[in-house]
């Protein structure tokens, strides 16, 4: 039976064992953020175990030169990476002229919390030193999600004797690396800093870009909760900039040390106000004091929670899982900024680079979709909208033309940044993805006008890049796609992968369908669109003859799609026959041998049933999931989420609980370990999906919402709110009946268990 590494908790992460050598796991899960900056859940002191110091800004990335052993006509010439800060963090701490490390000290008891439903964490320590001098530290810090530049430390220290000499250095340190970089540089450099008695600013700029940052503090201190004035020195580093403060304590004296800081980014603001608004933030924030600064944070947590909360009765193991899940996702993402988008790692490692994958459109816009308002997920398909100049240069850069537009694996601005051939070039099927999530989101909101202006150019474009890949069999008589990677990164340079060509006949069927709707709906506009995409009959006709005569490989004997041109010639050994001492394989085996296997990493033909359910009966989705879960290993984030939603329509609903805990634990327990990394961001929309796309079996289409509701044995019954159509509901789900209530909006009329009703207020 496995065990939970954390106490199981309804609303809180807490670790109450102390290991030095598994921190680093721990920064992870400890991480904090509010959307536009974040950091790992490092310690303030010193700690000299391995750690990974992590302090980030959504948006602010350095081009970190491609590393590769040959170069091809159209390869990246960079990876953009977002950049590790200067970290304002750090509080170093001596003691008697010792300096303060937990590595380094005996610890007595040790609790650390992550307040899931206020924002917060706190940790508690009780140690000795290497004097046996016994010290009590409390630590409790947030991301503050109004105050979006600012973080909050309330740093305590108590000693049990009398002449305890205290030496505090609240600081930045500057020597700070990222851990990413493919050529061991520097991305920043420091362009001026000032320390100056309780303040502490370092001005960076970002290498290779027009990216300025400043990173700040501001302190002060308290003696048993009185504010003192202190005297402050300098030091002499060229790595810590702030100045040190000295106190004398005696028996159960408690000094306090209030820090706040954080960064301001050219992004956002004026480089020459970047001093300016240091001042005027963190003075006000020292003036508003810990205890209101918290509660102002608790409240607008709550906001969030009323919208994105799934509450689930019964199963504590699940309830802690899945509002870890959102916690996170909101604490990377917000939707307050239009101009920034998901990293797969969020703000708790950089892996990845924290740039954008099809992941955001294929995993995390449902989720934004559903519980936020309906501007969010169009800021994100307006990203890519407002990218795809640049998507029609990365499919120019492999010789595609015509106005075919292929968006990036990787990006943050639209140039393809990834650094691996069969993954940058190979691994096609992310145009879909961009699609799918423009038809979620016209399903969910009527916004047609997105469609007419912005969506159908996207559509148009994604099109042509199919009509440009595809080539004619003579041999087959079909249209085939060759040389791909689908979601299956465990197969390279394949041929007719069935995802990839099918993803491309449906794309072009539903562009032309679009195209349809929109010419029925307004005959004008339909004529422009044609008109300005130089659009003509012959090209859709074109069109028309790839979705009739496309490749889709298929077995009559196992009544399977079959994944790609010779997959059924593989050794098919079940994943359960591997030793358990080799899993993961991606960390146990040679890559040539991964690649001869039959082992799938992520849910690769069955993405394509969960994308494309309704052009399949469940007797043919029972048969492709029946042979392709057994080979599946699940070494990509992204494919429990999916296992388990299918799963559910096949009404498996114990298989599919079991996929929904793998998918949402997958970094509280670390099926992969490798939480050390970093936290699979983007898959935690996936379990968001397991559960309402999933249990609740909730979908939107010919224009109305249906839901087909299921339950898990052990769940007494589960419950969140949607944003559909301009409607907000609550859904209510138990063993014995579902409740829908209209919270918001008119009367809607829905398909609730093959059944049709009518929701008002």
């Given at each position: 039976m496995l065990k939970h590494k954390y106490v199981l908790d309804p609303w809180s992460i807490i670790e109450n064992q102390y290991d030095s050598s598994n921190m680093i796991d721990s920064e992870s899960i400890f991480s904090l953020g509010n959307g536009k900056i974040g950091q790992r859940g490092n310690f303030e002191e010193d700690f000299s175990n391995n750690q990974t110091i992590g302090n980030y800004i959504s948006g602010i990335y350095y081009r970190d030169k491609t590393k590769v052993g040959w170069w091809k006509k159209g390869y990246p010439e960079y990876f953009a990476k977002m950049v590790n800060c200067p970290n304002w963090n750090k509080i170093r701490i001596s003691i008697n002229n010792t300096l303060l490390d937990l590595n380094k000290c005996e610890v007595l008891s040790y609790n650390r919390e992550l307040n899931m439903k206020e924002g917060w964490c706190e940790r508690k320590v009780l140690l000795k030193n290497d004097k046996s001098e016994k010290i009590e530290i409390q630590s409790k810090k947030f991301i503050s999600i109004k105050r979006e530049n600012l973080g909050v430390i309330n740093y305590k220290i108590k000693v049990f004797e009398n002449n305890v000499k205290v030496e505090v250095l609240p600081c930045i340190d500057v020597n700070i690396r990222n851990n990413d970089s493919n050529w061991n540089e520097p991305f920043l450099e420091t362009i001026e800093s000032l320390s100056k008695n309780n303040l502490g600013i370092v001005k960076s700029n970002i290498i290779n870009s027009n990216f300025e940052i400043s990173t700040f503090f501001k302190t002060e201190y308290l003696i048993n909760n009185k504010k003192i004035n202190s005297s402050y020195s300098q030091i002499e580093s060229k790595h810590l900039i702030?100045?040190?403060?000295?106190?004398?304590?005696?028996?159960?004296?408690?000094?306090?040390?209030?820090?706040?800081?954080?960064?301001?980014?050219?992004?956002?603001?004026?480089?020459?106000?970047?001093?300016?608004?240091?001042?005027?933030?963190?003075?006000?924030?020292?003036?508003?004091?810990?205890?209101?600064?918290?509660?102002?944070?608790?409240?607008?947590?709550?906001?969030?929670?009323?919208?994105?909360?799934?509450?689930?009765?019964?199963?504590?193991?699940?309830?802690?899982?899945?509002?870890?899940?959102?916690?996170?996702?909101?604490?990377?993402?917000?939707?307050?900024?239009?101009?920034?988008?998901?990293?797969?790692?969020?703000?708790?490692?950089?892996?990845?680079?924290?740039?954008?994958?099809?992941?955001?459109?294929?995993?995390?816009?449902?989720?934004?979709?559903?519980?936020?308002?309906?501007?969010v997920a169009k800021n994100l398909l307006n990203q890519r909208y407002n990218q795809l100049d640049n998507a029609i240069k990365n499919a120019k850069n492999i010789g595609l033309n015509h106005g075919a537009a292929l968006y990036p694996m990787v990006t943050v601005n639209g140039e393809e940044c990834h650094n691996e051939w069969e993954i940058t070039f190979e691994e096609i099927h992310r145009n879909a993805a961009i699609a799918q999530a423009i038809k979620k989101y016209i399903n969910f909101t009527n916004d047609h006008n997105f469609l007419d202006d912005e969506g159908i150019k996207i559509l148009i474009a994604i099109s042509r890049f199919w009509k440009e890949r595809v080539n004619y069999s003579k041999v087959l008589n079909k249209y085939v796609i060759l040389g791909v990677t689908g979601p299956n990164e465990y197969e390279n340079n394949v041929d007719n992968n069935w995802y990839t060509n099918y993803s491309a006949k449906w794309c072009l069927d539903y562009t032309i369908n679009q195209l349809s709707e929109i010419g029925?709906?307004?005959?004008?506009?339909?004529?422009?669109?044609?008109?300005?995409?130089?659009?003509?009959?012959?090209?859709?006709?074109?069109?028309?003859?790839?979705?009739?005569?496309?490749?889709?490989?298929?077995?009559?004997?196992?009544?399977?799609?079959?994944?790609?041109?010779?997959?059924?010639?593989?050794?098919?050994?079940?994943?359960?026959?591997?030793?358990?001492?080799?899993?993961?394989?991606?960390?146990?085996?040679?890559?040539?041998?991964?690649?001869?296997?039959?082992?799938?990493?992520?849910?690769?033909?069955?993405?394509?049933?969960?994308?494309?359910?309704?052009?399949?009966?469940?007797?043919?989705?029972q048969s492709n999931f029946d042979f392709y879960e057994q080979f599946t290993v699940h070494e990509s984030s992204l494919s429990a989420c999916v296992h388990s939603?299918?799963?559910?329509?096949?009404?498996?609903?114990?298989?599919?609980?079991?996929?929904?805990?793998?998918?949402?634990?997958?970094?509280?327990?670390?099926?992969?370990?490798?939480?050390?990394?970093?936290?699979?961001?983007?898959?935690?929309?996936?379990?968001?999906?397991?559960?309402?796309?999933?249990?609740?079996?909730?979908?939107?289409?010919?224009?109305?919402?249906?839901?087909n509701t299921k339950i898990p044995n052990n769940w007494e019954s589960y419950s969140f709110k949607l944003n559909v159509k301009n409607r907000k509901l609550s859904v209510l789900i138990t063993k014995q009946e579902t409740k829908i209530k209209l919270l918001q909006g008119k009367e809607i009329d829905i398909i609730l268990n093959n059944t049709e009703i009518t929701i008002n207020q």
């Open positions: 702030g100045c040190k403060s000295k106190f004398l304590l005696n028996t159960d004296d408690e000094l306090t040390i209030f820090k706040v800081g954080g960064y301001v980014n050219s992004n956002d603001s004026n480089k020459n106000e970047f001093n300016n608004i240091i001042e005027k933030e963190s003075e006000n924030a020292l003036k508003t004091g810990f205890n209101e600064l918290c509660k102002e944070n608790i409240d607008e947590w709550s906001k969030v929670w009323e919208h994105s909360d799934v509450i689930i009765e019964g199963d504590i193991k699940s309830q802690q899982a899945i509002r870890f899940n959102i916690f996170h996702l909101n604490q990377t993402f917000n939707g307050n900024d239009p101009k920034l988008n998901i990293g797969p790692k969020g703000f708790t490692g950089e892996k990845y680079g924290g740039v954008t994958y099809w992941d955001t459109e294929a995993f995390c816009v449902p989720f934004y979709l559903g519980t936020k308002h309906s501007s029925n709906r307004n005959v004008k506009k339909h004529e422009s669109i044609i008109k300005e995409n130089n659009l003509n009959n012959k090209e859709i006709s074109n069109w028309k003859k790839i979705i009739k005569n496309i490749h889709l490989p298929y077995s009559k004997d196992l009544n399977i799609f079959i994944q790609n041109d010779g997959f059924l010639n593989k050794d098919l050994q079940p994943a359960n026959k591997i030793p358990h001492n080799q899993r993961p394989i991606n960390q146990n085996w040679s890559w040539d041998r991964i690649l001869r296997s039959p082992y799938i990493k992520q849910a690769d033909v069955l993405q394509g049933f969960y994308f494309f359910e309704d052009h399949f009966t469940k007797k043919e989705l939603v299918l799963a559910s329509s096949i009404n498996d609903i114990e298989k599919a609980y079991e996929y929904f805990v793998r998918a949402s634990r997958l970094d509280l327990d670390d099926y992969n370990k490798e939480i050390k990394q970093g936290l699979h961001i983007t898959s935690m929309g996936g379990s968001w999906m397991s559960i309402v796309e999933g249990f609740a079996g909730v979908r939107v289409s010919n224009g109305k919402l249906s839901l």
